[in-house]
T-cell receptor, first 109, second 114 residues
Framework: GQNIDQPTEMTATEGAIVQINCTYQ??????LFWYQQHAGEAPTFLSY??LDGLEEKGRFSSFLSRSKGYSYLLLKELQMKDSASYLC??????????WGAGTKLIIKP | DGGITQSPKYLFRKEGQNVTLSCEQN?????MYWYRQDPGQGLRLIYY???????QKGDIAEGYSVSREKKESFPLTVTSAQKNPTAFYLC?????????????FGDGTRLSIL
């Protein structure tokens, strides 16, 4: 079966750095997305990786290793508004999006 | 501003009742999707449509129905056959056929049982 694993919850301190991991086992791979979702709101797109390596976008970076079936989202200079759930999603060989359950990130002052 | 509008934000269903969730987009996107989100679970695909007058079942289509008569609109009906409809429902759309195109989401409808 297809599976995406993320930690359920993480806690970090304002101003610090946090890394949210995502591992996947899917039938084929056509890219990996990261989304941010505040409670009760719509998910919003953060990043897309299809090649190995690090993609940097301001305070957020996303890394992919296809051989390891592994990605992480790195958030720097954490702000209180970064408190949200972070969703990892993989496009499989049939171009269907498979979603992880999300990681709830709690930022403490 | 272009976007996806879902309505209502909150909806209550009585036993044996069908209810319809609205999804409208003005992004000129061809593909539209309906997801169900339950606590502690990933988004699960209910139905999707790549083009007007055509739609496909997702992983959990039983108890749901859709139509796609217009490009802008993709309403979802939760029928009385869906025995556990309480969830957060999200509508999304995608422009272009490139696999790198992200999905854009509406603000969701929270459905509860009375």
């Amino acid at each position: 079966g297809q599976n995406i694993d993320q930690p359920t919850e993480m806690t970090a301190t304002e101003g610090a750095i946090v890394q949210i991991n995502c591992t996947y086992q899917t039938s084929g791979f056509n890219g990996l997305f990261w989304y941010q979702q505040h409670a009760g709101e719509a998910p919003t797109f953060l990043s897309y990786n299809v090649l190995d390596g690090l993609e940097e976008k301001g305070r957020f970076s996303s890394f992919l290793s296809r051989s390891k079936g592994y990605s992480y989202l790195l958030l720097k200079e954490l702000q209180m508004k970064d408190s949200a759930s972070y969703l990892c999603a993989v496009t499989d060989s049939n171009y269907q999006l498979i979603w992880g359950a999300g990681t709830k990130l709690i930022i403490k002052p | 501003d272009g976007g996806i509008t879902q309505s209502p934000k909150y909806l209550f269903r009585k036993e044996g009742q069908n209810v319809t969730l609205s999804c409208e987009q003005n992004l000129n996107h061809d593909a539209m999707y309906w997801y169900r989100q339950d606590p502690g679970q990933g988004l699960r695909l209910i139905y999707y449509s790549q083009i007007v007058n055509d739609f496909q079942k997702g992983d959990i289509a039983e108890g749901y129905s859709v139509s796609r008569e217009k490009k802008e609109s993709f309403p979802l009906t939760v029928t009385s056959a869906q025995k556990n409809p309480t969830a957060f429902y999200l509508c999304a759309s995608t422009g272009g056929r490139e696999v790198s195109q992200p999905q854009h989401f509406g603000d969701g409808t929270r459905l509860s049982i009375l």
